[in-house]
């Protein structure tokens, strides 16, 4: 749910050009793999491959290999170095340059780098995941499976549960499935396996849009781990209910029902989305994919703001698919840059690519990490504010928000697949940092904490709901980004 500070839409408080740096970034995705390509030097002078240097989490990106020359002096394209996680030598060109008597002869391939490794971050990893096992375990015998008290929140040992209905509730049986596929432990098994069958009503919830959220934390992790055909009749069934919610004309699919909006659409509805492309890929309706990516289309659109902060919410005249209002509900302000907002986005864009493959999703994906990951004022250990305009806030108080951290960690390590070696690194090392903050002391659950994992999440700042809280949405997604940095590279 996201807002936006106005100063955030000016180049002043972002350090680098997010426009100019996700263009120049995806322009360059294949190039950076060392493409070959031919100079053109109207004096024919050989050009050397640009290489870039390896930054501070280690990857240097590949050099771009140009070639030319009066005398056709091959020139090789430079290997980046320097970092942990060394860059790969650039390709030398394959074609002559244009300029000179003759042309010059193909540039060598510049030199690679060293190995790239993560076996230290892999190790802290599955570090976090084991310690987590074994204090989750205390969550199998302190509540009930029964679908009517399924613990959303605790501030202490003071816990909220809510009732089959709510959007959470499907992160509890996520959070069984993933522990379980870390552990192979049988407890964990069979848990997951309950609480995912008390939300086997939730299939048929056409009242909202949140049927993504509980099918596919609950009944997609357990499809994709033990490809059970009952759990894919669940996710085509669901898809097959989010999809009556899709309007052509506003080309989005609605997120609440209620009295205030005509046809509100938040930035959260981007991860539903891929309850509706797993339903297709499981033999559901095609016209669900498509909708996905059109309702992303659309998002792309409307929601975000030149600087690729995004909105909240934005309403839509449901008959002329016009915008009524863009807005915030859980930031402070509808101009401010609600942080789980911007996860979500981050998050849901970099999905949307993996899915459909169109390339316009990658490139806003990369677009909302340069100004997620450069923000200025991004709190050093990178858990970020609640929302990033508090600190330009004296009334508000700078809370973090571990469950906008989780999130776009997870985000951040999935993106860093689609990238250049250069971007791959940097995201991977805010990320890593992102999570090892969230298991320091600082932000990991000790004894208490009603079995939740972190602590410091904020659920909807203006309604006073949620403040400074474990959260279970929180748990999913740190857990969820420690097993993606557990299968980084060795």
Request: a negative charge.
């Amino acid at each position: 749910m996201t807002s936006h500070w106005r100063i955030f839409g000016q180049s002043s408080r972002f350090r680098t050009s997010g426009v100019a740096a996700s263009v120049a970034l995806a322009a360059t995705i294949v190039a950076c793999s060392g493409s070959p390509s031919a100079s053109d030097g109207s004096a024919g002078a050989p050009a050397a491959g640009a290489a870039t240097a390896g930054t501070t989490s280690g990857a240097g990106s590949a050099g771009a290999s140009t070639s030319g020359g009066s005398s056709g002096a091959p020139v090789a394209g430079g290997g980046a170095s320097g970092g942990p996680v060394a860059g790969s030598g650039g390709g030398g060109g394959d074609a002559a340059g244009a300029g000179g008597a003759s042309g010059g002869a193909a540039g060598t391939g510049g030199a690679g780098g060293a190995t790239a490794s993560y076996a230290a971050d892999i190790a802290f990893c599955k570090a976090a995941l084991d310690s987590a096992a074994v204090d989750y375990k205390g969550f199998l015998t302190a509540y009930p499976n029964d679908g009517a008290k399924i613990p959303r929140s605790a501030k202490g040992n003071t816990v909220k549960t809510v009732a089959l209905g709510d959007w959470t509730i499907g992160f509890d049986a996520g959070n069984l499935w993933l522990l379980y596929e870390h552990t192979k432990d049988d407890a964990y098994l069979k848990a997951a396996q309950a609480w995912t069958n008390t939300l086997y009503s939730q299939r048929l919830r056409t009242d909202d849009h949140d049927v993504g959220f509980i099918t596919t934390t609950s009944y997609g992790n357990g499809y994709r781990i033990t490809k059970n055909p009952d759990y894919a009749a669940v996710i085509k069934t669901a898809g097959a209910s989010l999809g009556t919610r899709f309007n052509a004309k506003v080309g989005c699919t609605k997120s609440w029902n209620n009295d205030t909006w005509s046809f509100p659409v938040i930035i959260d509805n981007m991860m539903n989305l891929e309850l509706l492309y797993r339903a297709t890929e499981l033999g559901g309706s095609a016209d669900l994919a498509a909708d996905a990516k059109q309702h992303a289309l659309t998002t792309l659109t409307n929601h975000f703001r030149p600087d690729f902060s995004s909105y909240h919410l934005v309403d839509y005249n449901p008959t002329t698919g016009a915008v009524i209002k863009k807005q915030t509900v859980q930031g402070i302000a509808d101009d401010s840059a609600w942080a789980r907002g911007q996860a979500w986005g981050l998050y849901g864009f970099t999905m949307s690519y993996r899915e459909s493959k169109d390339m316009r999703f990658l490139s806003h994906a990369l677009s909302i990490a340069e100004f997620y990951t450069k923000h200025a004022d991004f709190p050093a250990d990178n858990v970020p504010y609640f929302d990033f305009a508090t600190v330009q806030r004296e009334d508000i108080p700078n809370y973090r928000d571990a469950s906008a951290g989780a999130v776009a960690a997870g985000g951040l390590l999935e993106l860093a697949n689609y990238t250049t070696p250069e971007a791959a690194a940097r995201y991977r090392a805010f990320a890593i940092k992102t999570l090892r903050s969230l298991a320091s002391p600082d932000y990991r659950a000790a004894d208490g904490n009603g079995h939740f994992l972190l602590m410091h999440s904020v659920g909807n700042f203006p309604a006073n709901d949620e403040i400074d809280v474990a959260i279970n949405y929180a748990d999913y997604y740190y857990l969820e980004a420690l097993s993606r940095c557990k299968a980084l590279p060795q």
